[in-house]
């Protein structure tokens, strides 16, 4: 008969960051510990609470399941003499099994009679495996970080305080340190923090929810989000939307109630993102806006427990963000004193890196990388470029950025507007911090996107010189993500950049700073270019030996090299698409070593050589135009005139002919096709059948 399991791990509170991961590796981890025991289960489930983690696990097997072990020995031959009687090679066999030498079997096996030890494990009561298996998955729960309270070995996010643990009615019975398992909970610690027994899943549940926690998740974030908009409408407003704090505010209460505050009307003067950093991400309030996104003189939070005056907790909120607001006035009030080009001297007190210099002289430096992509992509920009890229990090000593650090940029577009800097410049200032996530915005103006790459390659160029260099677990200085920043950037502005002439640039700038050579520099980047771009257009669904192909040859322009991809992604659906690519991987291990040279079609000594020759020249100088204007498509159809031919040649021709004038000329057709070719692919490099 099945039963229920039923665990829960009451705690101090546990920081929200760390819940909604734990409650998916218990899971996985439950789900790998029944299997690995061959206990079989139905639903599992999990819920929690800054307080307590819960697991509840459907239909149990009451025991495990038995287990047939099987270990094939000896062949017969060698296990039992001619009279049939066991040899000391059976004898020793069956010892080393556990079994008497009767017991043993003879089996036919692929290598013959061979004997055989079978033995039927009965399965243990899962309730004793519990008792071991709940105190060691306990304890496998990984969290971000960990501690040890008291005198205790025991790890775990915040310290255990009880531990309820139920199989069908009955505890399972086990100690963690001082902490004897049972079958009492305990409800939100202000409102009804009385233990109380549980009996079963059900049980608990409605009991639970008489002592005020709502343990389920799901069910206080919709709670939540009804409240807010109940709260938010009760002003003629709407609340301004945010997942991440609905999710990180869902796990900081048991029992949520919604508080509706206000502020005064006069800090709505300072910027949008002034206001709402100093609410949703120091305060964890919700603005409200009106229906045209504009903020409200109104915030709402939540709370953790039913005020018993309302008034009370909203006047001590509200005192809270008037502080808070007064401050940030304050500070916007004093940056302004300050023209923006006046804080750069202050930069050079700014330890950037101390391999790597200071803020000022990174400033100096991508200023300089900046201004060389604007004279290769829009030369007619190059004075705002400079600009942006000259006051882009000036806010960084502003007492609003010291402040508040999510507000760096935007602050530096807000007081470039103020002091009178062009509104493009303005905006680029802030742009060029993006994008800031995967799959985040990314600049709009040119300014923005140059400065942008420029920054981000002077970063992952000066670390990589010296020898800061990401490894599988650890990327503290994020070059992965500003890698695919500039990888998304050139992309989203279609941008005919090279970016190994980039490279070359950044690598002759910080020629002061390097601790490696140049060409080792140089060649590492690029290659963790190459990686990031690999594995972006991979996860987006290219398939792997298109991509491989493709950027086999190096990646340089990302623009064409994504055009080549998509391309090739279309023409693998073309009949001619795997001949070709099977034809010409034979025509890479024949050229192998082969140094290539001119044709002379005199010496062609069959019609298959002279057909294919002719019809290279036919088709080479269109497809190579179609290449030169980034017509991949167009380029490919037209060297898929080459399928028969080439077929027909390796059909009808000898390549290595004995004759070696014979031989090198047909090596040098192969060759110049193999040349048009890699214009856009390795088509060796392409999955075949053959």
């Keep these: 008969m099945a039963k229920e399991l039923l665990l829960e791990i009451g705690t101090e509170e546990i920081p929200a960051a760390f819940l909604p991961k734990a409650l998916k590796d218990m899971e996985q981890n439950i789900t790998r510990e029944f299997s690995e025991n061959r206990i079989g289960h139905g639903r599992i489930k999990t819920m929690g609470t800054p307080r ?52 043993l079997e003879q089996i036919e096996t692929p290598k013959g009679q061979q004997i055989c030890s079978r033995k039927k494990i009965i399965g243990e009561d899962t309730k004793t495996i519990l008792t071991d298996l709940l105190p060691r998955f306990i304890l496998a729960i990984p969290f971000r970080k960990s501690m040890r309270w008291m005198d205790m070995d025991v790890r775990f996010a915040r310290p255990v305080h009880w531990i309820l643990a139920l199989f069908g009615d009955e505890v399972v019975p086990f100690n963690m340190e001082n902490i004897a398992s049972g079958n009492i909970s305990h409800g939100h610690r202000f409102m009804a923090p009385e233990p109380f027994e549980v009996n079963g899943f059900e049980d608990y549940l409605e009991k639970i929810k008489g002592h005020f926690v709502v343990v389920d998740p799901v069910k206080r974030k919709n709670i939540i989000s009804d409240e807010l908009k109940n709260a938010a409408g009760n002003v003629n407003g709407f609340v301004l939307e945010n997942e991440d704090l609905l999710e990180e505010v869902s796990f900081l209460v048991e029992y949520p109630s919604v508080v509706l505050g206000s502020f005064d009307r006069e800090y709505l003067a300072l910027p949008k993102e002034v206001l709402t950093t100093a609410m949703m991400k120091h305060q964890k309030y919700f603005p409200v806006v009106d229906t045209h996104g504009n903020l409200l003189p109104y915030f709402i939070t939540i709370n953790n427990t039913l005020a018993r005056d309302p008034s009370v907790v909203t006047r001590g909120n509200e005192k809270v963000i008037r502080a808070r607001l007064a401050d940030a006035r304050f500070f916007f009030e004093e940056d302004q004193k300050t023209p923006l080009e006046n804080r750069l001297e202050d930069l050079k007190d700014v330890i950037f890196h101390t391999l790597l210099g200071t803020s000022y002289e990174k400033i100096m430096r991508f200023k300089d990388l900046a201004s060389y992509i604007a004279e290769k992509i829009k030369p007619q920009i190059a004075q705002q470029v400079d600009r942006v890229a000259l006051l882009c990090k000036a806010d960084l000593e502003t007492l609003m950025v010291c402040e508040f650090a999510e507000l760096q940029g935007i602050m530096g577009r807000e007081y470039a507007l103020i002091q009178g800097e062009e509104p493009i410049v303005a905006k680029a200032i802030y742009e060029h911090y993006l994008p800031v996530s995967a799959g985040g915005n990314l600049p709009e103006t040119d300014e923005g996107s140059i400065v942008s790459i420029a920054d981000k ?129 034979r025509v890479v291990n024949i050229l192998k070593d082969f140094e290539g040279g001119s044709i002379d079609p005199s010496v062609f000594d069959s019609s298959s050589e002279d057909n294919l020759y002719h019809t290279l020249i036919d088709i080479r100088e269109t497809a190579n135009e179609c290449i030169d204007k980034g017509r991949y498509s167009d380029a490919l159809s037209e060297m898929a005139t080459l399928r028969k031919p080439v077929d027909s040649f390796f059909d009808e021709v000898m390549v290595m002919a004995e004759d070696e004038k014979i031989r090198f000329n047909r090596l040098s057709l192969l060759e110049e096709i193999s040349k048009l070719f890699h214009r856009i692919a390795d088509f060796s490099r392409i999955v075949t059948s053959v």
């Excluded at 066999?93 to 008497?100: C, K, L, V, W, Y």
């Design 52 to 103: 307590r983690l819960l697991l509840s696990v459907r239909d149990v097997d009451e025991r495990q399941e038995d287990q047939l072990l099987e270990k094939i020995g000896p062949s017969t031959k060698v296990a039992f003499d001619e009279s049939g009687k066991p040899t000391k090679a059976a004898i020793g066999f069956a010892r080393g099994q556990g079994i008497d030498v009767s017991d």
């Design 457 to 585: 390659m002077d970063t992952i160029t000066g670390c990589f010189g010296v020898g800061l260099i990401p490894t599988g677990t650890a990327d503290p200085y994020a070059l992965r993500r500003q890698a695919l920043g500039i990888i998304n950037v050139v992309i989203d502005r279609d941008y005919c950049l090279e970016l190994d002439k980039l490279a070359d640039k950044s690598i002759s700038i910080l020629a002061g700073r390097l601790k490696r050579t140049p060409e080792e520099t140089k060649s590492d980047v690029m290659n963790f270019l190459k990686g990031r771009f690999e594995n972006q257009l991979i996860s987006r669904g290219y398939s792997y030996d298109v991509v491989d192909s493709v950027l086999s040859g190096g990646v340089s322009d990302i623009v064409q090299s994504l055009k080549r991809i998509e391309s090739m992604e279309t023409f693998k659906k073309h009949p001619d698409f795997e001949p070709l690519a099977i034809a010409f991987k």
